[in-house]
């Protein structure tokens, strides 16, 4: 199972949400190049970065600070936030992204998830933020109509190969992830599942990895301290 160190930006900072409420910032780093390059320092094996701007707002609003820490590390990084076309997963891709995150539009534009998908096929990952059993849009801002477990079915049969799982209710507040919401996603895809939201603990990574999910996005307990990226190396082989 990889862990992935989360590096949220807004303003060209490297900052913490609580409950994706983006009146509920923490910022922890001015420079997101040197937070990248101490990650790498720490053994990771893969980034999450998300243009917090660009998910509120529908365009990569960060896209220099982002392109800076691609030039700066050797890391494969996948990237979220305001990527609502081809031509923009496009040029991720050409700039050296591993992976694409498709969230709003990948909910309210079939077509265009699609075309991607097939394109790109292995490039795209699509976010599942969700809220009581719906997904939600725009930034967390707005809960559809779709429920979670429809929704990832749906992506399975258009072929996509990976998605993240965030609960919103647990996202930045330490309590631990939604193990049952996180299991029931795993029992009905063979997608790859990456889990997301109020990790805490080195025991909630074992956890998840009982699971079998592939992946785990952490955030806030690294930069709080919680437990060192370090230590997942020796407990999750």
């Known amino acids: 199972m ?45 980034l999450h970065i998300v243009d917090l701007d660009g998910a509120f707002n529908g365009t990569s609003e960060n896209k220099a600070v982002i392109k800076g820490i691609i030039d700066e590390i050797n890391l494969p990084i ?27 539009k990948a909910l309210l534009d079939r077509d265009m ?7 790109y096929p292995s490039k795209i990952v699509v976010s599942i933020d969700a809220k009581n059993g719906y997904v939600t849009t725009e930034g967390w801002v707005k809960t559809s109509r779709v429920k979670v477990l429809d ?28 193990l049952e919401g996180i299991k029931r996603v795993k029992e009905t895809t063979s997608m790859e ?10 025991e909630d990574l074992l956890k998840l990895k009982a699971i079998g999910v592939e992946g785990a996005i952490v955030g806030k307990a690294l930069y709080e301290n919680r437990f060192a990226l370090r230590e997942t190396e020796v407990v999750l082989p």
Do not use: H
């Not at 072929?159 to 330490?174: F, V, W």
């Not at 997301?196 to 080195?202: E, K, R």
């Open 2 to 46: 990889i862990v992935y160190p989360a590096i949220d930006i807004k303003g060209g900072k490297c900052v913490r949400l609580t409950q994706g409420l983006k009146d509920q910032e923490k910022v922890y780093y001015n420079n997101p190049i040197d937070v990248s390059l101490m990650w790498e320092k720490q053994g990771a094996k893969f």
């Open 78 to 104: 996948q990237v979220g936030g305001g990527i609502r076309s081809l031509e923009t997963i496009e040029e991720w891709l050409d700039l050296g992204i591993e992976r694409v995150i498709l969230g709003t």
């Open 113 to 119: 998830l699609l075309k991607a998908v097939k394109t």
């Open 151 to 178: 929704f990832v079915t749906e992506l399975q049969e258009m072929g996509t190969s990976a998605i993240i799982y965030t609960d919103i209710s647990r996202d930045g507040m330490l309590i631990g992830p939604n």
């Open 193 to 202: 599942v990456i889990a997301s939201g109020g990790i805490a603990s080195i």
